[in-house]
T-cell receptor
Framework: AQSVTQLDSQVPVFEEAPVELRCNYSSSVSVYLFWYVQYPNQGLQLLLKYLSGSTLVKGINGFEAEFNKSQTSFHLRKPSVHISDTAEYFCARDGGNTPLVFGKGTRLSVIA | DGGITQSPKYLFRKEGQNVTLSCEQNLNHDAMYWYRQDPGQGLRLIYYSQIVNDFQKGDIAEGYSVSREKKESFPLTVTSAQKNPTAFYLC?????????????FGDGTRLSIL
């Protein structure tokens, strides 16, 4: 079965500092990868996706992620965070013949 | 605007009761999903459906049941057999269950036991 590991359950960061949220995925011949954001008491919203092509993927709200096949990683980055980025972030990969497989989430707390 | 509507937003259940959570989508998506979210555990798949009148168990189906009589609707029933039903429940849909398709989520229903 496919799997996703989010290496940090919580990441505190000061406002306007850069942030990286780490995600590793189980290796397979092909892979499709996603990052979602969840604000309190809401559903998940798609930030970005990697299907093929360029390894640097740009998403909404100034986030980007880099697909690294050799390290089986898909880390999410933002050069300067805002208070409004405080949320939980989920990495996901395709499940092959089954639905998306989600990591356990990383809670990003932006400190003023 | 197209989207997924979950209702109610908050739901309370007495011990021994069955309750049904509603999920409706107007995105014309074929596939629909139910997840349970508990703090620190991410999303766990309960049931999913690829087409009308068909559904499959996910990782934690025990104590839950679903139906898919219409493309737009995928209600989830939490039965009295589910011993720990307090959680945040999320419904999602995708164009198809092709592996490169992202899922779109509703805003969830929070279920609590009285």
């Amino acid at each position: 079965a496919q799997s996703v590991t989010q290496l940090d359950s919580q990441v505190p960061v000061f406002e306007e500092a850069p942030v990286e949220l780490r995600c590793n995925y189980s290796s397979s011949v092909s892979v499709y990868l996603f990052w979602y954001v969840q604000y309190p008491n809401q559903g998940l919203q798609l930030l970005l996706k990697y299907l093929s092509g360029s390894t640097l993927v740009k998403g909404i709200n100034g986030f980007e992620a880099e697909f690294n096949k050799s390290q089986t990683s898909f880390h999410l980055r933002k050069p300067s965070v805002h208070i409004s980025d405080t949320a939980e972030y989920f990495c996901a990969r395709d499940g092959g013949n089954t639905p998306l497989v989600f990591g356990k989430g990383t809670r990003l707390s932006v400190i003023a | 605007d197209g989207g997924i509507t979950q209702s109610p937003k908050y739901l309370f259940r007495k011990e021994g009761q069955n309750v049904t959570l509603s999920c409706e989508q107007n995105l014309n998506h074929d596939a629909m999903y139910w997840y349970r979210q508990d703090p620190g555990q991410g999303l766990r798949l309960i049931y999913y459906s690829q087409i009308v009148n068909d559904f499959q168990k996910g990782d934690i189906a025990e104590g839950y049941s679903v139906s898919r009589e219409k493309k737009e609707s995928f209600p989830l029933t939490v039965t009295s057999a589910q011993k720990n039903p307090t959680a945040f429940y999320l419904c999602a849909s995708s164009i198809s269950q092709n592996s490169n398709q992202p899922q779109h989520f509703g805003d969830g229903t929070r279920l609590s036991i009285l």
